[in-house]
């Protein structure tokens, strides 16, 4: 890593302890191990054994030292090495591109209001549910095989994801145009990408057939309402050795101006989790208007006919709500309206026998048989997990994040996303030697391994230093045969 950075962005400075690429590579990896600030980085390096091996001692990796790092590297040299990161990889661990999937989130900052220096922080729909924090988008291609970012594009906090797509659509094209010229037999003709109805607009989908990508998408099942209503007896099991009862049916649409090949799903696993939810919702809902329904009863209200069907629609503003509650507001004043609330048990069971367990795909794949449109899809959840990975504040995380200006903002999501690939390679390497572990799991393991020095007294001269490592597990030992430790063991 740290030799692919510095051949984009120059050798080391003579005064520097180290040079651009160590620093964002010892950054990556603090925020693989132990995510902490450039401040106490310095402090967290005395407890470990790198600096026997990497010969890069704590006195150089004082956070000014980082700083200086960050700065050194501009936007432009950023792109750049982050293009042939990417293509490394997928050259060396020989990734999978069959199935590619986008998707995007928001990270909330603590940065001041007043703060101008760093315009990508903006107010938006925060998706950590912190609608008074600035906020920094990061949107991520990862692959189907083992879920490794291989595109990443920070972007303000307040721009809606469908439009960034293009931008994450062509930085794709671009990978795959690198591994093409040159010569990468292993790279598919296609990369698919993959990505859910959030992404959908006619511009995406023009934009995505003027690239030539071939893809995986849904859509709202209200934009094929016709293929709700067919009976189940349509539905043919898609594979159930892997995927269990799932059922399909396969016709053509036009979608967003295009005739496209359409399949509709239909998952018994996903029927009874929103049978559930609903079932929530709906008691929610029943419970608020119930106590509407009461204070109208009393007589003591003020409020004019308009307010109160007003708080009756926030209410049942979910339009599954609208098709099986039955409301009715009477009275002629404030003091005699009166509230009935009916639940529609046919129109419940249609809502159930139409809309629940389906989902509606499209793709642009005319030869792929249904099971690998869908496991293409299901390949989706392989980036809502790396999302999930970079807001767990231990292990991988994109917080703490002390900075406040632009540039240094997207060099520090830059270390965090480079931090996610590692940890997701390790954990594909682990697979592929049969350790079955989640990204934690063996970054735990791995902790677990200590180097412990004893010092021996001496009848004459310095003491005797010895370095061993401490008991190990048979986890230990697989990991450090899977990853060579053995070599930057100590010796005895």
Not at 300 to 326: E, F, G, M, Y
Not at 334 to 346: F, G, I, S
Not at 385 to 414: A, C, G, Y
Not at 436 to 458: M, N
């Amino acid at each position: 890593m740290a030799g692919v950075i510095d051949s984009v962005v120059g050798g080391r400075r003579a005064d520097a302890g180290a040079s651009v690429g160590a620093y964002l590579a010892l950054a990556a990896l603090n925020r693989v191990v132990a995510p902490t600030s450039k401040l106490q980085f310095e402090h967290w390096w005395k407890t470990t054994a790198a600096d026997r091996f990497t010969r890069i001692p704590a006195v150089v990796l004082d956070h000014r030292r980082f700083w200086d790092a960050m700065h050194a590297i501009t936007l432009e040299q950023l792109a750049e090495v982050e293009h042939r990161l990417a293509v490394a990889m997928i050259e060396t661990f020989n990734l999978d591109l069959s199935a590619l999937a986008l998707d995007m989130t928001n990270f909330a900052t603590y940065i001041d209001t007043g703060n101008a220096k760093a315009p990508i922080a903006q107010r938006g729909k925060a998706k950590q549910k912190r609608a008074d924090l600035r906020l920094v988008g990061l949107g991520l291609v990862v692959t189907r095989d083992g879920g490794v970012p291989l595109v990443a594009h920070a972007y303000p906090g307040n721009r809606p994801d469908v439009t960034q797509f293009a931008t994450m659509i062509d930085l794709l094209r671009t990978r795959h145009s690198a591994l093409a010229a040159q010569g990468d037999t292993s790279t598919p003709d296609q990369m698919t990408v993959v990505f859910d109805a959030g992404q959908n607009s006619v511009a995406n989908f023009e934009h995505l057939s003027d690239t030539g990508l071939a893809f995986v998408g849904s859509i709202p099942p209200s934009q094929v309402a016709d293929l709700l209503t067919l009976p189940a007896t349509n539905r043919r099991s898609v594979d159930a050795n892997r995927f269990g009862a799932l059922s399909a049916l396969e016709t053509r649409r036009t979608v967003y101006g295009t005739n496209r090949r359409v399949i509709l799903t239909h998952s018994p696993t996903l029927h009874t989790a929103q049978q559930v939810g609903f079932d929530q919702t709906l008691a929610k809902a029943l419970k608020a208007l119930n106590e509407l329904a009461d204070t109208l009863a009393r007589g003591k209200t003020r409020r004019p006919a308009s307010k109160v069907n007003d708080q009756i629609a926030a209410i049942t503003a979910d339009p599954w709500l609208r098709r099986v509650l039955h409301c009715e507001l009477t009275g002629a004043t404030p003091a005699e309206h009166r509230l009935t609330v009916a639940v529609d048990e046919k129109a419940r069971d249609a809502l159930e026998a139409e809309v629940f367990g389906k989902r509606t795909l499209i793709t642009n794949r005319e030869q792929w048989p249904v099971a690998e449109v869908v496991a293409a899809y299901r390949s989706q959840s392989e980036v809502e997990f790396s999302f999930r990975q970079l807001k767990d504040p231990h292990v991988v995380s994109f917080s703490p994040m002390h900075h406040w200006t632009e540039h240094n903002i997207r060099v520090h999501t830059f270390t965090c996303v480079l931090a996610l690939q590692i940890a997701h390679l390790m954990r594909r390497q682990a697979e592929q030697a049969g350790l079955h572990l989640s990204v934690r799991d063996p970054l735990d393991q791995l902790v677990g391994i200590e180097e412990t020095v004893l010092i021996y007294p001496s009848t004459g001269g310095r003491p005797k230093a010895r370095r061993i490592l401490t008991e190990t597990t048979e986890t230990q030992d697989q990991l450090s045969e899977i990853f060579n430790l053995t070599k930057w063991a100590p010796h005895t």
